[in-house]
């Protein structure tokens, strides 16, 4: 399954810069977002290394999810397409 990382997880001062917005095709509710907590995300960056962050929680009301990385993801990472195992 395929997503894309929408934004930084944070308020309009402060952002969280180890926890991403993930968007999912096809997960646009909170009962079909819950199913996917728990899983394993991979992004792969444009030098060929992975960075692997799991799926915390859900974001909001309408199917977003909130990952947690262990380091702090680039900027670069937005808009990049990931894969949730």
Known sequence: MEGTIVNFRGTRR??????????????????????????????????????????????GNSGALRIRFGTGMPGQSIGQKVSVE
């Open 14 to 59: 402060v952002k969280s810069h180890n926890q991403m917005v993930l968007q999912v095709p096809g997960v646009d509710s909170k009962d079909k977002a819950s199913k996917l907590v728990g899983k394993k995300v991979v992004w792969k960056t444009p030098g060929g290394k992975e960075m692997v962050g799991q799926i915390t929680n859900i974001h």
